[in-house]
């Protein structure tokens, strides 16, 4: 099977474990730190503002916390998101408010974010789709216009900027994933980001217990010969990473570079063979001054064709797939919030295979089978 996502790990991550075996620490520790020094580097950022988490989830789910959401509060997030979004807002009892998106890029526009905004707006969270950068200067400019914090939830957007400066750095708040589908991956981890520097002290604390971070931990001794004394002034959870998959994440943020030029040139060879096809619309073009991960590569064509399009891909063993089905359409969400484009992305849209782990002669193949599957459910174009 060709798979939609895939990860690129081998020996060199393998050995990177091995180093932390080797110093026995395998938990939150030297290893850990040097990840947010990386990380930060390639953000532009300083490592203070950092954290390394065991998931994306964990970032939502802290930075729910930090922002204090609660009954009554609302924030605004895509109904194209990931459902961790929704669900972390939920968990504490505020409301999460469904907006629209772009039909062709799937990522919200000002005016989306505009239309749902309430004296009750605690929060905006946008996402980039597929790696794609969304508006973020002009979300961020009307979130600060509005006093409003902005989230940014860069999980699919590890290498993503818009005129130099990193997606999930426009906002308060950025978080991404490095879970087993991401471009780069940890098995299971994500990175928290927060402009505030006594948030990211405050994010530390909570993230562990609520116990002061390791850096201030030493200070926190009331007597410099009682080390395991403890300082809690509020209760924390237990988010924090640790040095097995940080070691792992050091090693695929070097090979960053090399995962987005191969994504870029599988996307170019997709635009090529598929250019022109009747009836279906590419992968948007980000603009200039945008760069994408490339994490998805995403199609548009008829809604009464799209399913039988995926079906005939998966009877020659190539997966795609849509993603993220509108949360105003689930059980739990549901509501009957008129959201046009969003309803339409989702009946129109279908993922290609995209990672860095794709041949040329399987992408080729992808594409040859998609052309083929759209000659042989579009009547017209075969006769
Ligand atoms: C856009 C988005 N946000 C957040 C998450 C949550 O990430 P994690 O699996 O690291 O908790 C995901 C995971 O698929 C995602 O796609």
């Given at each position: 099977m060709i798979n939609v996502f895939q990860p690129s790990v081998g020996a060199e991550e393998l050995a990177a474990v091995g180093e932390a075996f080797d110093n026995n620490w395998l938990g939150y520790g030297p290893k850990t730190r040097e990840f947010e020094q990386d990380f930060g580097e390639h953000l532009g950022v300083p490592a203070e503002a950092l954290l390394f988490l065991n998931s994306a989830t964990s970032a939502l789910t802290l930075t729910a916390k930090l922002l204090e959401f609660g009954p009554g509060d609302e924030v605004v997030v895509p109904s194209v998101s990931f459902v961790a979004n929704a669900n972390t807002i939920t968990a504490t009892g505020a409301r999460p408010v469904f907006c629209d998106v772009d039909p062709h890029t799937l990522n919200p526009s000002v005016a989306d974010i505009e239309a749902c905004l309430t004296p009750r707006t605690k929060a905006v969270t946008i996402l980039h789709y597929g790696g794609h950068p969304g508006d973020v200067i002009g979300i961020a400019a009307l979130c600060k216009d509005r006093g409003i914090t902005l989230v940014e939830d860069a999980a699919c957007a590890v290498g993503s900027s818009?005129?130099?400066?990193?997606?999930g750095t426009f906002g308060d708040i950025g978080i991404w994933s490095f879970d087993s589908r991401k471009i780069i991956t940890t098995g299971d981890g994500g990175m928290i980001y927060l402009r505030d520097p006594e948030l990211a002290r405050r994010a530390h604390r909570l993230a562990y217990h609520g116990l002061d971070d390791r850096g201030a931990f030493a200070a926190a001794f009331r007597d410099p010969r009682r080390w395991w004394d403890q300082t809690i002034h509020e209760v924390g959870q237990r988010l924090i990473g640790n040095d097995m998959t940080a070691a792992i994440g050091r090693v695929q943020l070097r090979r960053l570079p090399g995962f987005i030029a191969r994504r870029r040139a599988i996307t170019?060879?997709?635009?090529?063979?598929?250019?022109?096809?009747?009836?279906?619309?590419?992968?948007?073009?980000?603009?200039?001054?945008?760069?994408?991960?490339?994490?998805?590569?995403?199609?548009?064509?008829?809604?009464e064709l799209r399913d039988g399009i995926a079906e005939d891909l998966l009877n020659n063993g190539v997966y795609t797939t849509f993603r993220y089905p509108p949360l105003h359409r689930v059980p739990l969400y549901g509501s009957d919030a008129e959201l046009p484009a969003t309803d339409a992305a989702a009946a129109n849209t279908l993922l290609l295979p995209l990672h860095q782990a794709l041949t040329d002669a399987e992408v080729q193949r992808v594409a040859r089978l998609f052309c083929a599957a759209i000659e042989r459910r579009t009547p017209a174009v075969a006769a």
């Open positions: 818009v005129d130099g400066r990193a997606c170019a060879t997709y635009d090529r063979m598929l250019d022109g096809l009747p009836g279906v619309r590419l992968c948007p073009q980000p603009p200039t001054g945008h760069l994408s991960t490339h994490y998805f590569y995403w199609l548009q064509v008829d809604p």
